[in-house]
């Protein structure tokens, strides 16, 4: 009788730079399938370093594992109003927006940035653990539309985020596009660090003004972005920045992660993104549901933020209990916050609890942690 075969666990996906990031002796981990930087240490630095670079001078970091997949046709503008939550109607060339795919339930299949790139051309920036998903909800939702051309064009971009106070600063040293004249959501092309078509958004993941850089992925011209960068960021204290500062930044902003304040288990309302939602742009995946959610009196349950109000960390997946002891809630994102100086968390609570702003409690560890209600986000940058 032969023995079973061990299966073999799929190789982990690179970037350009993993070669980058292993001589500066960052710390790898499998993050969705990807060998990506969790923290620098061996430059000097770590997560806090890092994290406070972003808040107070500028830092970059490699998200070249995020997808990008493109619609092009007449039918590309339906096709993204039928499958997205917020109005691509609205956008204008050169323009982008968040937004979000959603089941028919309303909750969420992942969040997206879409920039229409022109009248029939639009650019869905996905996230890297959920794009092959994506790319299949996709194409079954809109693949069979006439008028529409589907493509995944991750495998060919790799994407920089420069962000920060000094992020501006920085990418104006390598190019003479005007970047102070990009607006917020917006995006054009240039020049960069001598490559030639870079698209330059505006957007970015960490609370910062920052922009982020879409090239070719090949590794010249990816090892050429990133040296030059690092380069022109040197006076300003430019460090490069791994996942752990991109989600203690993130949550510090109040920004939502897959997987944690949304889910396909967590609806649009419940996540507090209405901000985002258009229900009168017409039909989409997931309105009537959501408008059902309003006209019954709204969510049963909402995101909000605590604070640690005595010694405990909040980590994602702690319970949170009421101050009787009930079970109330679940911690989805919590860590200590660099910048801040105190430990913050985002939590999903019962509507009555989240309105009424009363203390909870949080178990950690088997201690009961008091945590007060605060608004969020918890840090929001000065405007300039």
Known sequence: MSTPATPVAPA???TALNAKHRALKARMVDFGGWDMPVEYPGAGGGLIAEHMAVRTGVGLFDVS????IQFRGPGSLAAVQHITMNDAARLRDGQAHYSALLTPQGTFVDDILVHRLGENDYLLVVNAGTKDKDFAWIKQQVGGWPGIHLSDYSAYYSQLAVQGPRALETLQKLTKVDLAAIKNYWFTWGQVAGVYNVMIARTGYSGEDGFEVYIPSDEATTVKMWESLLEAGAEFGIRPCGLGARNTLRLEAGMSLY???ISEEINVLEAGLDRWLKLDKG????RDALVAVQESGGPKRKIVGL???ERGIARDGYLVLSLHGDQIGVVTSGSP??????NIAMALLPTDVAVSGSD???DVRGNRVRAKQVALPFYKRAKK
């Open 12 to 14: 982990l996906k690179k």
């Open 65 to 68: 594992h995020m997808g990008e």
């Open 259 to 261: 997987g944690h304040e």
């Open 283 to 286: 039909d989409f995946i997931g």
């Open 307 to 309: 604070e640690m109000v």
């Open 337 to 342: 916050a660099p910048f801040l100086k105190t």
């Open 360 to 362: 909870v409690l949080v």
